[in-house]
């Protein structure tokens, strides 16, 4: 059943002509330039740009600020809670004048009120809907837990709208290696079988395993090769 979206997604390519991003996008040094911009909790909040974005999702628990925070080399920049799922706002952070990352609400674990959870969704539609410059989606999920419901909602909405996707099989350090590979090549094959182009990594922010990797993808979602 595909997610009840209605507005169509147009993904805007643009020139770009930064030579010291371009210089960092080796490793993670690049990523390790963001800041907090602004907290959205209402689309009208959400900031103006033509440039690009990419956004994480996951389910609350799944290791998604942690994720971010590696990636940025900035333990404090997404924000952790105590208890999951507590964060109801739309969080983006500033690369430079052209891109940015985007932290999205987590969903899923929190025990809290059905309308409040309902006020989450809402509002994530309508960031997906109305974010034209948004590059690619970051799934997060914990790779001992993965493809839940709501996994599968996101990657159903990016295959109906063409939208490239990447999964991250978080919290790898919690497997021997031999468990991390069986987990990837099975989720890799259910991903095949349903239809999503979607790509697939295993990734812990603990070790850093996957860093390498999670940096190239973004650094071409984010047109810095």
């Not at 930064?18 to 390790?32: D, L, P, S, T, V």
């Not at 991250?168 to 991390?180: M, P």
Request: aromatic share 10%; glycine share 6%.
């Amino acid at each position: 059943m595909w997610p009840n979206f209605t507005l169509p997604l147009v993904i805007h390519q643009f020139d770009t002509d930064n030579a010291g991003a371009m210089a960092q996008a080796f490793n993670n040094q690049y990523f390790r330039r963001a800041s907090f911009l602004i907290s959205a909790g209402k689309p009208n909040q959400f900031p103006q740009s033509d440039g690009a974005e990419v956004a994480f999702a996951g389910r609350s628990n799944a290791g998604k600020s942690s994720a971010i925070n590696t990636l940025c080399g900035n333990k404090g920049l997404a924000k952790t809670s105590k208890t999951p799922g507590r964060t109801r706002l739309i969080n983006f952070f500033t690369l430079d004048e052209q891109r940015r990352l985007v932290d999205l609400p987590g969903y899923g674990y929190a025990k809290v009120p059905e309308k409040m959870k309902q006020e989450w969704e809402q509002l994530m539609e309508a960031y997906l809907q109305q974010q034209h410059k948004l590059h690619g989606l970051v799934i997060i999920m914990d790779i001992r837990h993965p493809l839940k419901a709501f996994d599968w909602q996101m990657l159903e909405w990016c295959q109906y709208y063409g939208l490239p996707a990447h999964v991250l099989l978080t919290k790898a350090d919690k497997l021997k290696r031999g468990a991390q590979q069986s987990s990837l090549l099975a989720v890799r094959k259910m991903l095949k079988e349903n239809g999503s182009n979607a790509t697939v990594q295993v990734f812990s922010a603990l070790k850093q395993t996957g860093l390498e990797e999670l940096v190239s993808k973004l650094n071409a979602w984010l047109e810095l090769d």
